[in-house]
Structures are given as structure tokens and as C-alpha cells.
């Protein structure tokens, strides 16, 4: 069995927090790896001119194999396209721990597994909860590459849930 459907996790909500009388059934054992490889990208060192910033319309819950996969599609075009000339940037870190409570389904799958009720769940992996108005990525370029910056931020939307807004600043 592979990943749930990102839809199931991009509503933004506090977790269900676990008491338990014995204190060590309260927490959470193991926190699962980070798959987003790099946070920063391009030419740290020089100064641009420009910045366009990839804005959460609403606000939710992004997967980090979500924004890793987001963060390729927008970093090839970058690099392709303007070579080193540019710095890119994500903003956002997954701190959010996703836990499932796996069911079992039967051999003639008529009946399905009633489970506990509020069970705890194992953690299956990461989410970045965004608020409203929230820059995810942020690209640095000159004034002649804004259109550019502007194109790959665009090819990262498809692979995020929500809605997102393109807004550029002068620096």
C-alpha cells in the first residue's frame, strides 16, 4: 500500500493529543525522515534586484513529499533556463507529524475493521501548515528574468494542494 491521497491531509487542523495515564503512551516515539532535500538554492552571495514569492490563498496543510516535489519541478526550470544566475528559496519547514491509524480489510472484503475510537495512529510522515497570505517559495532574480521566475514558480502549482497567487517585490 502506497500514500493516501494529499487531499486527505490538506485541511489544517491541531492534531488529536493523546493523555494517557501512563506518561510514555502520551508522545509521539518517532518523528519520520524529511524528504525535502534543500532549503536554499542558486547564487546565496549575490544581491538581485527582485524577488517573486509563490502565496498560499488559503490556509492548509502541505506534505513534504508535496513541496519536495513542488521544489524539483521549479528548481530544473530555474537552473536550466538562468544557469546560476538566480536564489531560491523554501520557506516553509514540515514540523506537523502525520499519524494514521491503519485499518485491515477482510479476505472477501464485505467487512471492514471498526477500529478505536480517537486511536493514536502511527506516524506515516510530515506536513507544513500554512496560513493565509503565506510565502511557500521565494525566488531572487534580476529585472530581466522576472518573467522567467514567474513561469517556474507556475509549473510547481499542480503539485501543491490549494490556491496559490504569484507576487513579485522590488528589493
Not at 158 to 169: A, D, F, M, N, S
Amino acid at each position: 500500500m502506497g500514500l493516501r491521497k494529499g487531499r486527505c491531509y490538506r485541511t489544517r487542523k491541531r492534531s488529536y493529543t493523546r493523555t494517557s495515564k501512563f506518561r510514555k503512551y502520551s508522545f509521539i516515539k518517532t518523528k519520520p525522515q524529511n524528504k525535502i532535500v534543500k532549503y536554499d538554492m542558486g547564487d546565496q552571495k549575490k544581491k538581485f534586484s527582485h524577488k517573486v514569492s509563490l502565496i498560499s490563498k488559503e490556509k492548509l496543510q502541505i506534505r513534504h513529499n508535496a513541496i519536495e516535489a513542488s521544489r524539483l519541478v521549479i528548481n530544473r526550470k530555474l537552473n536550466k533556463l538562468l544557469g546560476k544566475d538566480y536564489f531560491f528559496k523554501v520557506r516553509i519547514y514540515p514540523h506537523h507529524i502525520l499519524r494514521e491509524n491503519k485499518m485491515l480489510t477482510g479476505a472477501g472484503a464485505d467487512r471492514m475493521q471498526q477500529g478505536m475510537q480517537k486511536a493514536f495512529g502511527k506516524p506515516i510522515g510530515l506536513a507544513a501548515q500554512i496560513r493565509k497570505k503565506q510565502p511557500i517559495f521565494t525566488v531572487s532574480v534580476d529585472e530581466k528574468h522576472l518573467k522567467i521566475a514567474k513561469e517556474s514558480l507556475k509549473k510547481g502549482f499542480p503539485r501543491l494542494p490549494g490556491k496559490y497567487t504569484i507576487k513579485v517585490e522590488k528589493i
